[in-house]
């Protein structure tokens, strides 16, 4: 089959799971989408884990307006086909934050780049791609604290009144410091150095607790 015929065959298995009342649910939420057939995330990772890794047909995937297709994507993604160059591409993607943690959580958290990932994503993208980029770092082996420190001051910067942007700084700061108890010392150097914001006092109140 081509990938066209591959699509469709995927989506007929996506559209038995249908659920009408879940996509009306999240369009009322603002997790719009072009399409959206309402499967649960869980229903969507039973279908693509039958499916092999295949980068090229991912991202034809992801290219299309139907949320149980992008969401597929992600899955379908090698991890290890994925470097600085196909960054721009996944970024353009990220429509809201349900999609933006499913990419961290099955794709973004499994790459070889993910410092770099870091770098661009939280200094120069949108609210969704920096949130992805926190998310996916707070769950890849490979992420440093140093970087991390950087990642989490741009995107504070970048997007003070975000709670998304708040939670990930708290859940990647938390990563790095259960791997390196003394990150928690460099914590508070930059918490300091952020202006204050919605998204630093929800930073700060969250941390007070999760690392005393």
């Known amino acids: 089959m081509d990938q066209t015929q591959r699509m469709i065959a995927l989506l007929g298995r996506m559209r038995k799971q249908m659920n009408g009342a879940v996509a009306e649910s999240m369009a009322t939420h603002n ?6 057939y309402g499967v649960s995330i869980a229903t969507v990772r039973e279908i693509v884990a039958e499916e092999p890794k295949d980068y090229a047909f991912a991202k034809y995937l992801y290219t299309q307006q139907v949320r149980e297709l992008k969401l597929a994507a992600c899955h379908i993604a090698d991890p290890k086909c994925l470097d600085t160059a196909e960054f721009a591409f996944w970024a353009r993607g990220i429509v809201n934050a349900e999609l933006a943690e499913e990419i961290a959580f099955a794709l973004l ?4 780049d993910i410092n770099s ?20 770092a707070a769950r890849n082996e490979r992420t440093t604290s140093e970087v991390a420190f950087i990642a989490v001051e741009n995107a504070m910067r970048a997007n003070p009144e975000s709670e998304y942007i708040a939670h990930g700084v708290v859940t990647l700061l938390c990563y790095v410091a259960s791997r390196d108890m003394s990150v928690k010392v460099g914590i508070p150097v930059v918490m300091e150095r952020i202006a204050p914001s919605k ?14």
């Open 117 to 136: 990932l870091m770098g661009v994503w939280c200094t120069e993208s949108s609210e969704m791609v920096a949130y992805a980029a926190l998310m996916a």
């Open 31 to 36: 997790q719009k989408y072009g399409l959206n």
């Open 109 to 112: 958290s499994k790459i070889y």
């Open 199 to 212: 998204v630093k006092g929800i930073v700060e109140e969250e941390l007070s607790w999760r690392l005393a």
